[in-house]
DNA sequence: TTTAATTCCTACCTATCCGATGGGAAAAAG
DNA sequence: CTTTTTCCCATCGGATAGGTAGGAATTAAA
């Protein structure tokens, strides 16, 4: 189950997604940088109603796993690095609940080895490898811009 | 990641399908029950070492979850009530730690519905029950005779 | 140059859960 | 009636999740 800092992380990386979107079909420039266009704290907690002091930590979390930049001082706030496709959810993932994989012998970017246990003899180490496999195909595949995207009918 | 009582569970229960299907080649009677033939905790601890007493609790989750019968008294242990086939990856994973689904909103058997968030129009659920799926692809078809397969060249 | 708005940093707190243990009751076999 | 087992209940220490508090540093604007 995602820890709730990656439920919140999501929703607020949502908004940024939508703004992004929406600055880049105003200014008809499809390769602009948002860092002239910072969301502050406050302005997502409206939008998205949770624990100030809590989705502070998160942001700072997700600036330090390099998804993204921030401006301080009045007017300052937070802002994509890149382009919403170029962020898999996985990333994000491993930022704020760490390994995706099920067992940590099996995890490609946190691998440990497993004591009390032959990894070339143990019947689970292959099948949580298939799992692992099948979750990365979903979360490597999708990306911010994914989070964006309602179902037909529904209003933005 | 998977509970240290699930990897357990999985580790005794290879123990036990080992059993059983030797049992089934030596009696020739691939459809016998394994209820005469019961495995005691204390042989499952001597084959793959842990804390007794916590295999004891886990066993009984097991039992209670319709995966175990059990037979007391001298002699007495655990045996699988049906065939290794027949007992998906999952229902054992449900058994001990609850959900597979990333998210409680989009779990199929342990449902609940997320309050600040519109299900119809979240972004995150779609994306989750992708990733549920993907997890259920693997987790329903793979059955506990999977964990006794070892990759060719392996000792038992 | 002051004020207001913001990120950033460190420390803390509380409740829950995970992993594990202990003591014994109940059943079954010999 | 003794031994071996499952079964049941209570507890426990440590870790983690989720959240809070207070203030320093930075920036824009009045």
Redesign the pocket.
């Known amino acids: 189950m995602l ?3 990656a439920q ?1 992380a999501f929703r607020a990386l949502s908004t940024l997604v939508r703004r992004d979107l929406a600055r880049r079909n105003e200014q008809n420039a499809p390769d602009a940088s948002a860092s002239d266009t ?1 969301t ?3 302005d997502m907690v409206q939008i998205h109603p ?2 100030t ?2 989705l ?2 998160i ?2 979390d997700l ?1 330090r796993g390099g998804i993204l930049g ?9 802002y994509l690095l890149k382009h919403p496709e170029d962020t898999p959810l996985a990333q994000v993932i491993r930022i704020l ?1 760490g390994p995706i994989a099920p067992l940590p012998c099996v995890s490609l970017h946190f691998y440990e080895r497993c004591h009390d246990c032959n990894e070339a003899m143990c019947g689970l180490n292959r099948l949580m490898a298939e799992v692992r496999d099948a979750n990365l195909a979903v979360l490597e595949q999708r990306t911010l811009s994914d989070l964006a995207v309602h179902p037909e009918g529904a209003a933005a």
Do not use: A, H, R, V
């Open positions: 820890s709730k800092k919140y910072p502050s704290i406050s949770m624990s002091k809590f502070e930590t942001l700072l600036k921030s401006k301080k001082g009045k007017g300052g706030g937070y609940d």
